[in-house]
Structures are given as C-alpha cells and as structure tokens.
C-alpha cells in the first residue's frame, strides 16, 4: 500500500524495502547529499533513493518525500 509522504518508518530497512517496492532504489534523488555513513562514519554522496557506502557497504535509504534533508535518511544494514 502507498501512504504517500503520511508513511512513517520504523527503521532503515522498511526504507529501503518501501523504495526498492516502489521502484525508487536507483532514481537519481532530486538534490545529492553528502551524509555521514552510519556504519563507518565516513562521509559520502548520496545520489539516488538507495545510498551504498563505499568503505563498509552499509545501505542506506530515504523515500522520495523525504530526500531533501539528510536528517530523514536511514540506515538498513551492512550488505542489506
């Protein structure tokens, strides 16, 4: 089901699952946004919905609603 920007999200991995879902994962993000890994702690551009750190491999993920402050983006899992 499709809750528009009303979804809430408990953790990093329902993100991910909602934007892979929705067919968002690999879509450019309106504006990149250079985060901090949550894993890691190194820095790195995100540029699509679905954001992989280059040094640890942790996924990351922000709905499209969403992807306008870093502060939304969640983590989901090493390799997940």
Known sequence: MHDGCAGSFENGQQVVDKVRM??????L???PLDIECHGCK???????????????????????CHAFDPNNIMAAGIGY
């Not at 929705?22 to 879509?27: A, K, V």
């Not at 190194?42 to 499209?64: A, I, L, N, Q, R």
């Open 22 to 27: 929705m067919g968002f994962s690999e879509q």
């Open 29 to 31: 993000m309106p504006m």
């Open 42 to 64: 190194e820095t790195f551009t995100m540029e699509e919905f679905e954001g992989h750190c280059p040094k640890c491999d942790m996924v990351h993920g922000v709905t499209p």
